[in-house]
């Protein structure tokens, strides 16, 4: 599980994951939190470092890494499946069912952290644009013929497939800007 790389993600991960100096509210907050007490939720672990590991397409065994070695109740036989199976879906799937996948929409409806951020979690691309909605649909329109035949995330690549083909291309050009420069964030 430990080589497990199903995407291929070779990116590496941010020095802020070590820092928490974002201006992603989320990710400041999620990491802040877990600086101070080595401790986070299973969600913000899962669902809001993890899958911006995911979607980032950050190097699964540097992720891994910094679990193991950020949490106090980290063990590798634990921490190990929970990363590269569901946070972010290196097993390609042997552990979960789907990979864990969502805009910045989705931090706003379950948490209250796009409320003091400087991006805006319903904008795909441009100025303002919450890197997390850009790199979501960004992963879905890389991944959209696997993603298209697995029932859980059709329906994702359905909404997809209602982007014109010019704001697909302006996530597509923003994502890229985006992971050119992920210290930045």
């Not at 809001?48 to 950020?70: R, S």
Request: net charge positive; proline share 4%; hydrophobic share 40%.
């Amino acid at each position: 599980m430990r080589e497990a790389n199903h995407f291929g993600h070779a990116r590496a991960l941010p020095k802020w994951y070590w820092t928490g100096e974002t201006r992603m509210n989320c990710m400041r907050e999620a990491i802040g939190q877990t600086l101070a007490h080595g401790y986070a939720h299973h969600i913000q672990r899962l669902m809001i470092t993890g899958m911006f590991g995911l979607i980032a397409g950050l190097d699964p065994k540097q992720v891994a890494d910094w679990y193991l070695a950020i949490y106090v109740d980290a063990v590798e036989w634990v921490e190990l499946p929970n990363v590269a199976g569901m946070a972010l879906y290196a097993d390609g799937g042997r552990f979960t069912t789907k990979p864990y996948a969502a805009s910045g929409a989705y931090v706003s409806r379950m948490s209250n952290y796009c409320v003091r951020c400087r991006y805006d979690p319903s904008r795909r691309s441009g100025a303002g644009a919450c890197p997390v909605t850009t790199l979501y649909w960004y992963f879905l329109d890389c991944n959209e013929r696997e993603l298209a035949a697995q029932p859980r995330t059709a329906l994702m690549v359905r909404n997809l497939a209602r982007l014109s083909a010019a704001e697909r291309g302006a996530i597509r050009r923003h994502a890229r800007s985006l992971l050119a420069d992920l210290e930045a964030l």
